[in-house]
């Protein structure tokens, strides 16, 4: 685990982004999403509840995402999150913003000092 000081708020809808891309890859239940996140990003991204379903309830009246029952591995009843096409389309937006934003923080670190 990371220690607090090593932990950064995210930018503004970083949260959306990473889970329109990790629910395009496959579709999940909130507690599968949070240690997906938490995997990938290896114990750097460790999102709250309090920040999670806010954030998919926001998603769900955007229209980003629609959900169905399904079962958990623990065989419980889970609601399934997916993206819709809606929410392909804001993904690819938003992932052609944040390119561009890092891009030029990139030349801006590279360049400043100069």
């Known amino acids: 685990?990371?220690?607090?000081?090593?932990?950064?708020?995210?930018?503004?809808?970083?949260l959306e982004l990473m889970i329109l891309k990790s629910l395009s890859w496959k579709p999940m239940h909130g507690y599968a999403l949070v240690q997906r996140l938490k995997d990938i990003s290896e114990?750097?991204?460790?999102?709250?509840?309090?920040?999670?379903?806010?954030?998919?309830?926001?998603?769900?009246?955007?229209?980003?995402?629609?959900?169905?029952?399904?079962v958990s591995a623990r065989n419980r009843p889970v609601r399934i999150f997916k993206v819709t096409a809606a929410g392909r389309k804001h993904l690819e937006q938003e992932l052609a913003s944040v390119e561009k934003m890092f891009a030029g923080v990139t030349r801006v670190l590279a360049l400043a000092g100069e």
């Open 1 to 14: 685990m990371r220690k607090k000081a090593e932990c950064r708020d995210l930018f503004p809808g970083a």
């Open 43 to 70: 114990d750097y991204l460790q999102i709250e509840e309090g920040s999670l379903y806010p954030a998919l309830q926001r998603m769900l009246k955007a229209g980003w995402l629609k959900t169905e029952m399904g």
